[in-house]
Nanobody
């Protein structure tokens, strides 16, 4: 059974940085694609980035609200996928989720098979 556990969410000031972590168990990380999503109250779940298991390049969102500020990375040995947030803006608050799929690596949340419980990010002003 694939399990994902997110951590690292907290309150961060605008312009600050935050690193979120997704711990993966139940499968070797080399066998699966891992994506990061976020969801703010009243909004759809939004894809941020995905790191793939194979030759498909890592995907990052082109959204003007995300592009250039989020970086995904994976550590197969430690079975961790991280999301580095930088230059945080007031639009960034929400619950951040990691998700896993054997076949897909992109922005469509319905294509992912496994989800973590999420970690909360707030932006303090």
């Amino acid at each position: 059974q694939v399990q994902l556990v997110e951590s690292g969410g907290s309150s961060v000031r605008p312009g600050g940085s935050l690193r979120l972590t997704c711990e993966v168990s139940g499968i070797n990380l080399e066998e699966i694609n891992i994506g990061w999503f976020r969801q703010a109250p009243g909004f759809e779940r939004e894809g941020i980035a995905c790191t793939s298991l194979g030759d498909v390049p890592t995907w990052h969102s082109d959204s003007i609200f995300i592009k250039g500020r989020f970086t995904i990375s994976r550590d197969n040995t430690r079975k961790i996928v991280s999301l580095q947030m930088s230059d945080v803006v007031p639009d960034d608050p929400g619950v951040y989720y990691c998700a896993a799929s054997r076949l897909y690596c992109g922005w469509l949340h319905r294509m992912y098979d496994y989800w973590g419980q999420g970690t909360q990010v707030t932006v303090s002003t």
